[in-house]
């Protein structure tokens, strides 16, 4: 069935280093995906998405990168700062799909 | 905009009980996905409504069951409740906007403890 792996589970960066989320997927009718974030008590927030006919998308300090031959995609953050310290879910979903399939999720830690 | 607003927050309940939670999506949003939030298992998709009709399930067992008002509003219920049922019970709302994009806004979710 469909299904999306994430690593690494947990992350512990120092304040100002990058880090890195990869997935991957199992359904290659997959052409949509986005990236969540969880702070701490809260609920997850829609932090950058890609669609399968681009390669790669940047937002300021988050880029979004996409190996459909490979079902590879993941999250860069550059220049962390300790509000980046959250549980981050990628997910996959399909043009006509009526489900999201998240990933385990990442918490990430960002040392000051 | 309201949000996606859930009730109750938090529930306790004994096993073999059942359960009821609600949730109200954005308002224009006709989508409502359910996720089981655990530690370690990400969210697990329950379920999604659309216009009344549920139109995908996750693996999960019977004891799980949905179901969308023509106002768009949900509810979930779990009987027989287990002690594994215990989770943070997450919904959220989507516009299923055009060019395949279905963003997730989730509601704040309701903690559910089996005791």
């Known amino acids: 069935g469909e299904n999306v792996e994430q690593h690494p589970s947990t992350l512990s960066v120092q304040e100002g280093d990058s880090a890195v989320i990869k997935c991957t997927y199992s359904d290659s009718a997959s052409n949509y995906f986005p990236w969540y974030k969880q702070e701490l008590g809260k609920r997850p927030q829609l932090i950058i998405d890609i669609r399968s006919n681009v390669g790669e998308k940047k937002d300021q300090r988050i880029a979004v990168t996409l190996n459909k031959t490979a079902k590879h995609f993941s999250l860069h953050i550059t220049e962390t700062q300790p509000e980046d310290s959250a549980v981050y879910f990628c997910?996959?979903?399909?043009?006509?799909?009526?489900?999201?399939?998240f990933g385990a999720g990442t918490r990430l830690f960002v040392k000051a | 905009k309201a949000g996606v607003t859930q009730t109750p927050r938090y529930l306790i309940k004994t096993r073999g009980q059942q359960v009821t939670l609600s949730c109200s999506p954005i308002s224009g949003h006709r989508s409502v996905s359910w996720y089981q939030q655990t530690p370690g298992q990400g969210l697990q998709f329950l379920f999604e409504?659309?216009?009344?009709?549920?139109?995908n399930k996750g693996n999960f067992p019977g004891r799980f069951s949905g179901r969308q008002f023509s106002n768009s509003r949900s509810e979930m219920n779990v009987s027989t409740l287990e002690l594994g049922d215990s989770a943070l019970y997450l919904c959220?709302?989507?516009?299923?906007?055009?060019?395949?994009?279905?963003?997730?806004?989730f509601g704040a979710g309701t903690r559910l403890s089996v005791l």
């Open positions: 959220a709302s989507s516009q299923m906007t055009g060019l395949a994009k279905n963003i997730q806004y």
């Open positions: 997910a996959a979903s399909k043009a006509g799909g009526f489900k999201t399939i």
């Open positions: 409504y659309f216009s009344e009709t549920q139109r």
